[in-house]
Each structure stands twice: as C-alpha cells, then as structure tokens.
C-alpha cells in the first residue's frame, strides 16, 4: 500500500516510497563514504531532480512556491532519516546487551535500510549525530536557497529564448506577410499582361474576320455572274473583260479628281 503525506501547499501529495527511492538512488545524497558527498553542487543537482520528479508543476512554480516545496521535501526525509537512525541503534544496543527486541520496527525501516552504510562504517555515532544533523539542516537550507536560485535562472533564460523566439517569428511572419504582397503584384502584372494579349488577339481576329467578309462580298458578286459568262463565247468575253477592267478604271479616274 503506498503511503503519501500532504505538503501544505495546494495539498500536494507526495508517495513516501517514492522519494526514498529518488534518495536511493542518488548516494550523494546521503553516503557520507563517498568522495562526492562533499560536492555540493552535485547535491543541489540532485534535490532538484527529486523535487522536480516529485512534482511535476515544480518548474512552473514562482521561487518562493519552490523553496516552500523544497523545504517540505527536506524536513520530511530528515524526520524519516532520524527516526529510522534512532531506532536502528535502539535495536543495535538491544541486541549487543542482550535484551530481547520486542518493539515493532520503524515503519519504513526496510525502505531506509540502506543507511546501514553510513553508520556501520562510523560515519554516523551517537556521539557527533546530533552535531552533524544541526550542520545537515543549515547545509541543506544553503542548498535549497541554491537550487532555487538556479532554477529561476534557468527560468528567466527560458523566457528569454522564448521573447527571442517569439520575435523571430513575429519577424518571419511580416516576411512572409511582404513576401506574399508581391507575390499577389507579380501575379496580378501577369494577369494584366494576358489579359491585353486576349483583347489584342480578338481585335486581329475581328479585323481579320472584317477584311474577310468584305472580300467575300467581292467574290459572291463575281461568282454570281458565273452563270452568264459561262453562257458567252470567246468574243464576247473578252469584250466582258475589257469592260469591266474599263469601268474599274474610270471610276478610280474619278476618285482621283
């Protein structure tokens, strides 16, 4: 079953197990063996990613909403590291005197049973816990007051890649937009273009098809009087002929007057 406790603010849950599995999993942490317990930008990095993985508005979080989160987080696994310490040295006592343990375990004794490291080793003695749980609490504090502030710097560079961003694309779309007007002018030129090349080529075809009709006017005359000059004779056609190129000849004569 799992198990979660309440943060005050907007009644967040937090799964129990869950974080001390991120704790876990993240030795720098708590492993006091280790040469990279001492560095603390290494222990900053890593209660960012747990309350980030423990909450998954936290980046949307102003800085004082995430301090307040942070410090929640950090107050309960201290409680739960204490308790178990205590409990674990309780027993540890209990068995070396002898005494029979009768006492249920701490609840999440199981779960925080890797600690034994640290206090099987001496990093953690009954003599100098309570002087290093003092320096954890004010070295923690320093670390969430760290935490944060990277946080919000990261934020502040994200909202200037983003008014960056947004101005890139404020000044793509107005090229586009410029890039679109000509089009719409070159395109509309064109338009123009074609369309006084149709009114040209009907104006020809209409002149073409006037000429024509007054030649064929010429030629139905003409072939109108087939019928009777097929009738004539050699002579008479002749005489035909040079009347009509006679004719034709005056009255230009005449127009030239």
Not at 110 to 118: A, I, M, T, Y
Not at 153 to 171: F, L, M
Request: glycine content about 2%; charged content about 40%; hydrophobic content about 30%.
């Amino acid at each position: 079953m799992d198990v979660h406790f309440v943060c005050d603010m907007d009644k967040i849950l937090i799964n129990i197990e869950t974080l001390l599995a991120l704790i876990k999993e993240r030795p720098v942490i708590w492993d006091k063996t280790l040469e990279i317990y001492k560095s603390k930008p290494l222990r900053e990095t890593a209660w960012q990613e747990i309350c980030q993985m423990l909450n998954g508005d936290y980046e949307e979080m102003d800085e004082n909403q995430r301090q307040q989160f942070g410090k929640l987080v950090l107050k309960k696994w201290t409680q739960m590291r204490d308790s178990w310490s205590k409990d674990f040295k309780r027993r540890k006592r209990q068995k070396k005197s002898g005494c029979l343990v009768t006492k249920r375990p701490y609840r999440y004794y199981k779960q925080l049973s890797f600690l034994k490291k640290v206090i099987d080793t001496g990093h953690d003695s009954e003599e100098s816990s309570d002087e290093e749980d003092t320096d954890n609490e004010s070295e923690e504090d320093n670390i969430l007051l760290k935490i944060h502030s990277q946080s919000k710097r990261k934020t502040e560079v994200t909202e200037q890649r983003n008014d960056t961003s947004a101005g890139d694309r404020d000044a793509n779309t107005l090229e586009e937009t410029r890039d679109t007007k000509n089009e719409e002018m070159v395109l509309k030129r064109k338009k123009i273009v074609v369309f006084d090349k149709m009114i040209k080529l009907l104006d020809d075809a209409n002149d073409r098809k006037r000429q024509k009709s007054e030649e064929n006017q010429h030629l139905h005359f003409f072939k109108s009087l087939l019928p009777i000059t097929s009738t004539l004779n050699p002579d008479e056609t002749l005489q035909f002929q040079g009347g009509v190129i006679k004719l034709l000849q005056d009255i230009k004569r005449q127009r030239n007057l």
